[in-house]
C-alpha cells in the first residue's frame, strides 16, 4: 500500500499508533458552511428529495459561485470546494493504488483561500484552513510542507484545538525521522494540553519511546507508568481491556521490561514506583521482566525478580504466584539447592501462621491452597525423612547418637512436626489431614516432645478417628503418656506425674470406648484399672475393672486374673468385703495350683471374710459373725488370718457367754498353735471361761499354766495367787497350799499379799490338821512382821499378833496345867518359870498394839495373876503339920498369894476400863466376869428389878 493511502487510513479511521502518523479525522469543522446560510422555507409536506452525490454538490457550489457577487459569500463557497476536493482526494486516494500525489488542487484551493484577506470575514477560520492544508500535504507525504503549516498553525494560535494534534504530528514527523529529541519534546507538548485532547494518551507513549530510544530509560517508564494509569484506570485488570488497549498494554509492559532490564532489574521498579507512588498493576512489570530473563535464560535473574517482589511486597497479592513462579524457575534452570528453601520460603510467607494468609479471608487464601499443600507435603516429608535415614546410617554404622547428632535429628523431626501441623491447620478438612497428624505425632515423639505428640496422637484417634491410623495412634498416646511418667519418676516431680497418670487413665478409658474391637483395648483398660486402684479411686477402678470381666470377646487369662484381683481390691477397700471375697474367688477359679500369687489371694478371701464379720459383729450379727469366723480355716487353714480369725471367734463366744464352745475354740486353738503369739494369751481366757462356768479347778489349773510359762512377772505372780485362791475354792486345799507357798516364797513383794499368802497358809494347815506346818507359818508370820522395816502394815501386825497370841495361849496352857505341890519349892519354881513365859510372850502380843489381841492379851495376863493367885491357894499343904502350923501354913501363903489377886484385879480391872471407850469384845466381857470372881462384892452384885404390874385396878 503507498504512504499515501496509508496516511488517508489513518485520517479516517481511529487513532492507532504506527510508523504512519496518527491524525484526527472526525474534528469538529470550523468556519462558515452551507448549513449557515439561512434555511428555504420549504411547503408543507414537501416530497422525497433524492441524496446529492459529491460531483453534484460540487456542480452547485461551483454555479452558485458563479452567480456570487460578494466576495465573503464567494470565499465561503471557496471553502467549501475546497473541502469537498478534500474529501474527493481523500476517497480517490483510498481507491488507488498508484503512488502519487492526490492533493494538489486541494492544496492550491486552501493555499489560495490563505493568501486571500481573510480579516474581511470573520465567520471563516484561518486556524481551520491552516490545519486542512497541513492535512493535505500530509497525506500527499509533503511532510515538510506539512509541517510548515503546522508551525505557522501553532505560532498564530497556540491554543488552537488543532495546536495538540499539530504538535502530535510533528512529534510523529521527527520520530520517523530519528530525531528521538525533538520527538520527545513535541510528545511533551501534546502531553501538555491534558487528557481532553484525544491524542493525550498517544502522545505519552510515544513520548516514552522517544526516551527509551535515547536510552534514558528512567524517564522512559515514568512515561510508560502514565500510559498504564490512563488505560488501566480504576483498578482495571488487562483482561478488561478491549483488544486494541490490551495490545497497547501489552506493547507498553514489554518495552518497561526492557527498559528495567537495562536498569538494576527488579530493584529499578521498586525504586519507581516508591518515588511515584505505588500502582496496582505493577506487579505486571515483574512478571514482564522475569519472563524476558527467561526468554534470555537468565533463570537466576528472574528468579531474583521474583524474590524481590516477595521481600518487597510480603503481604503483596502476586507474591504467592511470583514464588512459585521463582520454583519454577529453579527447575528450569537446574538450581535443585535452591527449590527446598524456595518451597520453605513460600509456606513461611503464605502458610496459614503468615501475616498473608491472616489479612486474607480462608476462601482467598485457598486460592493457591493446592500448591501450599503440595509444598508442606514435600517439605515435611522431606526433613521427616532425612532425620530417620541420619539415625538409620548412624546405627548401622555401629556409631552412637552422640548430643550433637541428636540435637541434629530433633532439628529435622521438629522442623517435619511443624509443616506437618502447619498442614493441619490450614486444610483441616482434607483427606490426608489424619495422615499427616499422624506423622506429626511420630516426629514430635521421636524429638522426644512427649506432650505435643500425646496430643497429635490423640487428635487422630478421637478427633478424626481414622481408619487408617487411629486405632495406633490411640495406643501410641498410651505409650507415650508412660513414658513421660517414667521421665518424671526419674525427676520426682510428683505434682505432674500425678497429673499425667491422670491423663493415661482418661487415654485408656477413652481408646478402650472408641476401638473396643482392638487387641489392645482389654490391655490398656486392665492397666488403667491397676492405676486407678494404686490411686485409691477405687471406685472407678471398681467400673473399669467390672468392664474386663464381662468383656467380649473374652481377654486373656492373664487379664481377667488382674482385672478381678483389682475388683477384689478395690470393694476391699471400700469395705465391701462379701462382694470382695466373691471376686477373689473368682479369681482363685483362674489360677492353677501353682500359681505363686494363689496363696496372696487365698489370704485375700480369708482377710475379706475376717473384714465381713467385724461389720457383722458392729451390726449386732456376733453369731452369724463368729461361724464366719470359723469358716475361715476351711478356706486358709493354718494362715495367719485363719489363726487370728479363731481367736476372735472364741472372744466373741466368750461376749456372747457360749462358755463351751468358747472353751472348745480356745483349747483347739492352743493345741494347733502352741508357738503363736497369742497363745500365751488363751490360759487367761480359759481362766475367765472356767470362773464364769464357777469350774474354779480347771480355772486354778489354768492360772497354774499362765504363773509357770507367761513371760510378764506380774502376770505370772498374780496367776499363781488367783490359782491358789481357786485351789481352796474348790477344796483342793494340797494345790492351794503348794500355789500359796509357791507364792510366798517367790514373790516376797508385794509384802501385803504375801502377808496374805502366809494367812492362807496357816488357814489351810490348820484345816488339814497339819500344826507343825501351821506352827511354821505361824512363826513365819511373826517372822515377816518383824523383817518388814517401813513395809509393815497393820495386816502384818495383825497377822504377827494373831500368831503371837496363839503361841502365848499355848504357854498359858503350859502355864495352866502345872499344879502347885509338894514338893513346893520344886512345883512353885517349874510354875513360877512358865509365868515367866507366858507373861512374856503376852507382852509381846501387848507390843503389836492390835485391838482384838491387845484385851485378850490383858485379860489373860490378868488371869494368869489370877491363876497364880487361886494356884497357890489350892496348892497342896505339907502333910506333917500340926493345926496351928497349918494355920500359920494358911496364912503366911495367903500373904504370898494375895498380891498376885491384887495383881489380878488391877490388870482385869485395867481391860475392862476399855469398855467406857466404847471397846468391848469378848475378852472385856471376860475381864468382867473374872473380877466378879476376884471380889464379888464389887463386881458380882446381881440387878434389881423392880416389877410393876400393868394390869387394871
Known sequence: MSLMRCLLLLFLVVPLLSACSIIREDIDELGPTLADLKPVVLPPDPPDVPKASLDEVEANYRAALEVAEDPNTKRKILVRLADLEMKRSERNQLDSNEDKQFFDKAITYYDDILKDDLSQDPSISEERLLYRLSKAYALDGRMEESDQALTELVAKYPNSLFAAEAEFRRAEHAFSLSDYQSAESYYGNVANFGQQTQFYLNAIYMKGWSQFKRSNYNDAVVSFTLVLDHILEGEKLVADLESSKQNLASDTLRV????????????????????????????????????????????????????????????????????????????????????????????????????????????????????????????????????????????????KITNKIKRELNSDLLTAANYYSEYVASFPDDSKTPGFTFLMAEALYEADQLPKAVAAYEKVAYEYKDEKNGAEAGYAAILTEQKIMEQLRRSKDTDQLAIWQNKEIESSILFADTYPLDRRAAPVLTHSAEILFQQQQFERAIELATRITIWQPEPEIKLQKTAWLVLGHSQYELEQFDSAEVSYRKTLTLMTQQDKDRKAVVDRIAASMFKSSELQVAAGETGLAVDKLLRISAIAPGSEIATNAQYDAGNYLMELQQWERAEKVFLDFRLNNPKHSLAATITPKLVKIYESMERWDKAADSLSEVAKNDKDKEIRRNSLYLAAEYYEKSKKYLPAISSYRSYVHTYPAPFALAVEGRAKLVELYGKLDMQDKRDFWLNQMIKAHARA?????????????????EFAGREYLKFERIKIKQPFKRSIKAKLSALKVVVNSYNKVLEYKVGDFSTQANHKLGEISAQLFYDLMASERPKNLNEMELEEYELMLEEQAYPHKKKAVALLEANASRSWGGFYDDWVKKSFFQLAKLLPARYGKKESRIEVSRGLH
Open 256 to 399: 518497561m521490561g526492557f527498559s528495567f532490564s537495562y536498569m538494576d532489574g527488579p530493584k529499578s521498579i521498586t525504586s519507581l514506583y516508591e518515588a511515584n507512588g505505588e500502582r496496582h498493576y505493577q506487579h505486571l512489570m515483574f512478571i514482564e521482566l522475569g519472563q524476558l530473563y527467561l526468554e534470555k535464560k537468565r533463570y537466576r535473574d528472574a528468579a531474583d525478580t521474583y524474590q524481590h517482589y516477595i521481600d518487597f511486597y510480603p503481604n503483596g497479592d502476586y507474591g504467592p504466584e511470583f514464588s512459585v513462579q521463582m520454583i519454577e524457575v529453579y527447575n528450569r534452570g537446574n538450581f535443585p539447592s535452591m527449590i527446598l528453601p524456595a518451597k520453605e520460603g513460600f509456606i513461611n510467607n503464605y502458610g496459614i501462621t503468615s501475616n498473608f494468609w491472616q489479612q486474607r479471608s480462608t476462601v482467598g487464601a485457598v486460592e493457591y491452597g493446592d500448591t501450599l499443600k503440595s509444598y508442606l507435603d514435600e517439605v515435611s516429608s522431606y526433613y521427616h525423612a532425612r532425620a530417620q535415614q541420619k539415625k538409620k546410617t548412624t546405627l548401622a554404622q555401629g556409631k
Open 789 to 805: 522395816g517401813k513395809n509393815k502394815t497393820d495386816r502384818s501386825r495383825y497377822f504377827a499378833a494373831m500368831a503371837q497370841t
